[in-house]
């Protein structure tokens, strides 16, 4: 068996490890890095344009992120934190295209307008209450609020034709939001690591197994998926950047903080449409409200999307159970994870959580004619011969113990680290692959910082000029950024 040794070894060619890749080479150009994964190529899960949806999550438009309290009024604090994060990812994918690292943003990211869009008078009054607040933030300025058939028609056609004109809805809309091609970006960002001598990608290799070394780091086995012939890698520093896999491999090292940790899989299926005559009508991201009992994930949209330069639009998800971790992975995958540490808390949360399982069965088993309802809401046109389905990528929800017999279902993300700083797994999906910068820079701050010696932190200022500052309290700052950033990456300032 032969045997490497590098400082970090990047599991998962994602939109995550080719991020953390692309920091620390910038912030530490010398260090030796190897990325491995298991696929022929880079972005074949959740990062690939069509595993995603590429909202550009900047809490704009989903209504998750902003609700209502008991006594009525609206939260929008979760939305705040995804607004800003959402800025860091501006500045750092800014950063690389201003340095000509990126050759073009136009090959990631376009300008698509957010919107949301409701049902009925008590969601209309939700919605009021919710753009009042919003619309009276700096991070949110020029977003617009309606009740008006018509004005809401000038935003987006297909949505309001054939509607009765009796019925109650709402909307707000707001130009800077994005429709970002995660995979395009993750591309983009392997060819930046690719640029350095001592960057190295392994595809068709797959982790298997690692341990720590007694003097410190990880030994990595890798096995080859044609030859099945293994290697070892020896790692100062581990990355497990394997989307719903992460917690297959956390499991695997062995680590006290991986205890009690459970995955919740969750697969989905679009419909889309490319017929230029409806794609060409449309230019938003309309998010709705999810039904009553239904799982954030669930929340239908209907969205312009940008993909190697054609239109589509998309609608869904329409969600699913599948027991695997991975869309290309296995249907061991769920109850190889069990353990004596996570059965009891997966248990819990099974039976607190059977909603939303009767939920995810009923989409399972929901025919092409129900997804067509669901559409029909946001499209009453709709006609179903220029819609075909296609299949999104896997989530795996967070299933985090809270004591010995019960969990809490999580729908974050979460950085998992070993106490020596060695060994790092992100679990999780939403709000993802937006916010992708914020995690690393949380990570390069928390877990990374005794490794990068010098003037890092000037550096960081140099990729993100607003590092260091609160963009929810600086309006001045935020509105800087926002323009210099939207110049770059061809975005609406507003
Ligand atoms: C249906 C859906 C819709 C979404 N919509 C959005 C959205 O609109 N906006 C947004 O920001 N986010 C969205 N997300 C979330 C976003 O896609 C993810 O957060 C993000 O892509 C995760 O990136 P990653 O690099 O961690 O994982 P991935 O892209 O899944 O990459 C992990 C890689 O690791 C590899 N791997 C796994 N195991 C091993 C192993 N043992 N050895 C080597 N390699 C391995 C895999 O093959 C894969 O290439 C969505 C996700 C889904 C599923």
Redesign the pocket.
Known sequence: MTSDSVDVLL????????SLGVFLKQLKPDLAIEM????PQ???????AW???????AGNCELNFTPMRKDGTVDIATALEVNVEFDLSRQFWAYLVGKGLIASADSFIHPVPHMSFVMGSANQAFLKKRHALMSAHHCYQGMEYSEDHAKIAEWVPLVMEGRDSRQPVAATHIGNGAD?N?GAL?SNLLAVLRKHDDFKVHFN????DLHRNPEGGWRVI?RNEDTASERTIHARFVFL??????L??LQKSGIPESHGYAGFPVS?VWLRCDKPEVVNRHCAKVYGKAATGSPP?SVPHLDTRIIEGKRWLLSG?YAGFSTKF?K?GSYCDLPRSLRLANILPMLSVAKDNFPLEEYLVGQVLQSKSRRFKVLRQYYPDVNEDDWELAV????VQIIKRENHYAGQLEFG?EIVASSDGTLVA?LG????????TFIMVTMIETVLREDLTGDWREKMKEIIPSYGHDLKLDAALLTKVRAETAAVLGLHPA
């Open positions: 599991v998962g060619a994602g939109i995550m490890s080719t491995v994964e298991r696929m880079e972005a074949q899960e959740s990062s690939g595993n995603n949806a590429g909202t550009g999550h970002v995660y993750t290799e797959a982790v298997i890798v950047g394997a989307g719903g896999a992460a297959t491999l989905g994930m998800p991975l290309h999104a990528g896997q989530r993300t992100l999906a939403s709000p993802g692959a937006s916010t992708a």
